[in-house]
């Protein structure tokens, strides 16, 4: 095994990613395969599912029973990118808003995290990678309860760290910037906004799904070993500008 493998390979690891049907969830699903992981994904739409050419189980995260009948899963890696983008102007927020939002994009990484974690430390070593969002850190854009969530992700990135890092499960997170994703088509369809936000970055352009490559390859590898409870912004310097 060369110097690159041995700290970058997945060969004989499984991965379960959330979201892995599209966008960012779909590119590291790819990344993570292309290293040599076994990759299942997990998401709502079955045709799209399908259309990855994984493994994959069709599950609606907002419905608890569906986190359920993942538990039977044994993954060595654990990718939270599924996620919900209501966002609503503060006072127009709903109860159900907020519960659907909270549900998807913090509980079930949550519950995800309980079922794997400790199978994972019984093993004596794992991965749990959570997605954020610029909003892990400032308000933007209706932040509302997608903003409250995604700074979620970020505390309980740190907790499930403290919990099984010891044991050798490294637990991070990774917070995009503003991406081009099906989730974010209707913003990319206004010229001078995405624009605007291109110019917020110090790179100068708005992200793109191979930008998330690298960092989950890194975060999944041996060559993560002594990284854990951070949050990762691969944002072109958005968030610091």
Same mark, same amino acid.
């Given at each position: @095994?060369?110097?690159?493998?041995?700290?970058? +390979?997945?060969?004989?690891? #499984?991965?379960?990613?959330?979201?892995?049907? +599209?966008? &960012?969830?779909?590119?590291?699903? %790819?990344?993570?395969? +292309? =290293?040599?992981?076994?990759?299942?994904?997990?998401?709502?739409?079955?045709?799209?599912?399908?259309?990855?050419?994984?493994? /994959? %189980?069709?599950?609606?995260?907002?419905?608890?029973?569906?986190?359920?009948?993942?538990?039977?899963?044994? $993954?060595?890696?654990?990718?939270? =990118?599924?996620?919900?983008?209501?966002?609503?102007? @503060?006072?127009?927020?709903?109860?159900?808003?907020?519960?659907?939002?909270?549900?998807?994009?913090? #509980?079930? $990484?949550?519950?995800?995290?309980? %079922?794997?974690?400790?199978?994972?430390?019984?093993?004596?070593?794992?991965?749990?990678?959570?997605?954020?969002?610029?909003?892990? &850190?400032?308000?933007?854009?209706?932040?509302? =309860? /997608?903003?409250?969530?995604?700074?979620?992700?970020?505390?309980? #990135?740190?907790?499930?760290?403290?919990?099984?890092?010891?044991?050798?499960?490294?637990?991070?997170?990774?917070?995009?910037? *503003?991406?081009?994703?099906? @989730?974010?088509?209707?913003? *990319?369809?206004?010229?001078?906004?995405?624009? =605007?936000?291109?110019?917020? #970055?110090? &790179?100068?352009?708005?992200?793109?799904?191979?930008?998330?490559?690298?960092?989950?390859?890194?975060?999944?590898?041996?060559?993560?070993?002594?990284?854990?409870?951070?949050? &990762?912004?691969?944002?072109?310097?958005?968030?610091?500008?």
């Amino acid at each position: @095994m060369s110097f690159l493998e041995s700290l970058f +390979s997945l060969a004989g690891r #499984t991965a379960l990613i959330t979201g892995g049907n +599209s966008g &960012i969830g779909q590119a590291i699903a %790819v990344a993570l395969a +292309s =290293a040599g992981a076994n990759v299942t994904v997990v998401g709502r739409h079955e045709a799209r599912l399908a259309a990855t050419g994984f493994p /994959y %189980v069709a599950a609606d995260l907002a419905d608890r029973s569906a986190v359920d009948r993942l538990a039977g899963l044994s $993954p060595d890696i654990l990718v939270n =990118a599924a996620g919900v983008n209501h966002r609503p102007p @503060m006072d127009a927020l709903s109860l159900a808003d907020w519960d659907l939002t909270i549900e998807v994009n913090l #509980t079930a $990484p949550f519950r995800l995290g309980q %079922v794997f974690g400790p199978k994972m430390a019984a093993n004596g070593w794992g991965r749990i990678i959570n997605v954020g969002s610029q909003q892990t &850190i400032r308000a933007f854009g209706n932040s509302g =309860a /997608y903003g409250v969530s995604k700074a979620g992700v970020a505390a309980l #990135t740190r907790s499930q760290a403290e919990a099984w890092s010891a044991a050798g499960v490294c637990c991070n997170a990774i917070a995009p910037g *503003f991406v081009h994703t099906p @989730m974010t088509e209707p913003v *990319f369809r206004d010229p001078e906004r995405t624009a =605007a936000m291109a110019a917020r #970055t110090m &790179i100068g352009r708005n992200g793109e799904l191979g930008d998330f490559v690298g960092v989950a390859v890194f975060l999944a590898s041996p060559a993560s070993d002594f990284v854990t409870g951070q949050t &990762i912004f691969v944002d072109g310097g958005f968030s610091v500008k």
